[in-house]
């Protein structure tokens, strides 16, 4: 079943009123618990989709449906609304509250939601536990790992039950041995419990993991190779 | 949903509440800023409250007391012909009126005194001594080296202002003249002894006024002078207003005057005071309030991105602005409460051993303030300026939340 619906999708920016397409006319599915990978050369339009994806911009033209909800036309606070409900971020620089332990940077996305504390105190324990940070639910950013970091922003994603997970150069800033440590715990969250991953990279090891590898040239889908 | 039961509030109280001691310095300067301005305001808004303060407590218990009452002819031109009719047995029934702590009669009659070297115009005052000792706490006000208050029982005694004994260069026991016109118009005099000299925080009080003894201006005269006025004290001053309407309904033809009424340069020098405070702290706050919008704003841009992860992953724009606006307040109510500590102790210490400043007020004096000034702050003023401060804050977070609502999530996690 399709959870993600791209018809026509185009984003065009004006530099010095010249029009320069970011996206131009994607047309795409994504499927749930699919592990895909979105690759391409810096500027082909990566992160515009996954920002288009995640409802953070709005595209020039297009639609974008999730779970058959046109997002491109929701107003500014059913937006965020709708982020909070149905999608799950990692980011690039792992962006944790620094003043947060690592149990109150999950636990704060549920918060928003309205969770009861006693759901919220045993899912961020599940969450912490299956990204292997069981026993540093109470350290701070400053004293984990980068590796560490973004683990804790895995959960954090997965915190609020999301339809799917948007995940921006996860391994970017990571060593060898974090980015696949990280890896590892992603796949085993979509295998275990399909949980649908969608990232942007660069990374080859994102790519050899990803079940399925979308290219992106000058803003167009060049490439879409479906893995066994 | 009520934003002080939604969960979410916890949350954003506690990330606000520790993002204050996030960076420490910078929070430190600027609850020190807040510290040291609320109480520098408030310290001199207590000098300068005190002052009035202690003016009008001086110049009821001096020179006015809390209520007066006249014959209304009296109080036109101040001829003494204009006398209280019955005035012993009025004063008997004010005494027993509830509230009212004493009561005492004073003959009024305007005239001169003169001594060898000079003449001033005066107000003669009549008194029993025992009775006026009561009322008025004048007596009080003579130093060691002043003499008495109407010590002994010799007839012919004076007791005059610091102020005027200068102006006409006598020292105690020094003999004056007064002349005044009796009830009969005719022109009277007779020497004084000077039997004392007070010395009250108004010197043209001390300039205008003498004392002597009603018995010894009747006896001069060969008459009764008659009663001119009647001063009574309460037993608390908030009293005044019932003590007031119950006395115009018991004497309808005499005119009854609180403090303000007869002084209201007191009472405009008090409002005056008030709003002068306010506007003092006014100017502190609004000094502060720029300091913590520039503090603020900088907290802002140095977390654009953090602000951008917290929209993007679902944090509404509402949230984030009271998240802004919690951080602020919670800044200035720390520094304001050490503030208010810190100026509640300044005050509380100065109240009890006083401030002289009689070496450089000689000027004070003259505007009836005391060189000594014991700083007052009324409970009232610390709740308006808790208020005020609060206030505050508030306003001096606006700017900042709103520059946080302008920030585009997509641009501000991109941030570096």
């Not at chain 1, 639609?63 to 999608?87: A, M, Q, Y």
């Not at chain 2, 979410?8 to 960076?23: A, E, G, L």
């Not at chain 2, 004392?196 to 001069?220: A, P, Y």
Request: proline share 3%; hydrophobic share 45%.
């Amino acid at each position: 079943m399709n959870i993600i619906e791209i018809k026509n999708l185009s984003k065009v920016y004006d530099v010095k009123t010249i029009p320069v397409y970011a996206l131009n006319g994607i047309d795409l599915a994504f499927r749930e618990g699919e592990f895909t990978s979105i690759v391409g050369p810096s500027g082909s339009g990566k992160t515009t989709m996954l920002n288009l994806l995640g409802g953070l911009d709005s595209p020039t033209g297009g639609e974008i449906r999730i779970d058959n909800i046109d997002i491109t036309g929701l107003k500014s606070r059913k937006l965020i609304d709708f982020r909070l409900r149905n999608i799950g971020f990692v980011f690039q620089s792992f962006n944790l509250i620094p003043v947060l332990t690592a149990k109150e940077n999950v636990e704060f996305i549920m918060q928003l939601q309205g969770v009861s504390k006693a759901r919220r105190d045993k899912r961020t324990f599940e969450l912490l536990k299956s990204v292997g940070l069981g026993d540093k639910i109470n350290t701070r950013p400053n004293k984990l790992s980068g590796g560490q970091q973004q683990r804790v922003a895995v959960a954090r994603a997965l915190a609020s039950k999301p339809k799917f997970i948007l995940a921006d150069e996860p391994t970017a800033n990571l060593d060898s041995k974090s980015a696949e440590n990280l890896l590892e715990i992603m796949e085993k969250l979509n295998k275990e419990e399909h949980i649908t991953f969608i990232f942007s990279t660069h990374d080859a090891r994102v790519v050899a993991k990803a079940r399925r590898v979308i290219t992106l040239e000058d803003g167009k889908i060049v490439g879409d190779v479906l893995k066994n | 949903m009520n934003p002080f039961t939604d969960k979410s509030s916890v949350m954003i109280f506690k990330i606000s509440f520790k993002n204050v001691w996030r960076n420490k310095v910078r929070s430190f300067i600027v609850i020190i800023a807040i510290t040291l301005g609320l109480a520098g305001g408030i310290f001199t808004a207590s000098i300068i409250t005190g002052m009035v303060e202690q003016k009008i407590r001086t110049g009821i218990n001096n020179e006015v007391s809390h209520i007066q009452v006249h014959n209304p002819e009296f109080l036109k031109n101040y001829e003494s012909q204009y006398s209280i009719p019955h005035a012993d047995s009025i004063a008997g029934i004010i005494s027993k009126m509830p509230s009212v702590r004493a009561v005492c009669s004073r003959t009024r009659i305007t005239g001169m005194a003169a001594s060898p070297n000079s003449v001033a115009g005066v107000q003669i005052v009549g008194v029993d001594p025992l009775q006026e000792k009561k009322v008025s706490s004048l007596n009080t006000t003579i130093p060691d080296s002043g003499g008495g208050y109407f010590k002994g029982s010799r007839k012919n005694q004076v007791v005059i202002g610091r102020k005027l004994a200068d102006k006409l260069k006598v020292r105690l026991k020094s003999k004056i003249v007064i002349r005044f016109q009796n009830t009969d118009g005719n022109l009277t005099e007779a020497a004084f002894s000077v039997n004392g000299i007070f010395q009250t925080s108004n010197t043209t009080f001390d300039e205008t006024n003498v004392f002597v003894k009603k018995r010894d201006l009747d006896l001069l005269t060969g008459g009764d002078n008659g009663i001119q006025e009647i001063a009574i004290m309460l037993d608390n001053i908030e009293k005044i207003p019932v003590a007031e309407t119950a006395l115009r309904t018991r004497l309808p033809g005499l005119d009854v005057e609180n403090w303000m009424e007869i002084r209201p340069d007191m009472a405009m020098v008090t409002s005056a005071i008030a709003i002068e405070v306010y506007i003092l702290l006014g100017i502190i706050l609004f000094a502060l309030a720029f300091g913590i919008v520039n503090t603020m704003l900088m907290i802002v841009f140095e977390r654009t991105r953090e602000l951008g992860m917290l929209m993007a992953v679902g944090m509404s724009k509402s949230k984030v602005f009271r998240m802004i606006m919690v951080e602020t307040i919670f800044l200035t109510v720390i520094g304001s409460i050490i503030g208010m500590v810190l100026s509640v102790a300044l005050v509380g210490f100065f109240h009890q051993r006083g401030i002289d400043l009689s070496s450089v007020s000689k000027g004070l004096g003259a505007y009836g303030f005391d060189p000594k000034i014991y700083p007052f702050i009324s409970s009232e003023l610390y709740i308006n300026l808790s208020l005020m401060v609060f206030c505050t804050g508030i306003l001096s977070a606006i700017m900042p939340a709103r520059k946080a609502l302008k920030l585009k999530p997509v641009e501000a996690i991109r941030l570096e």
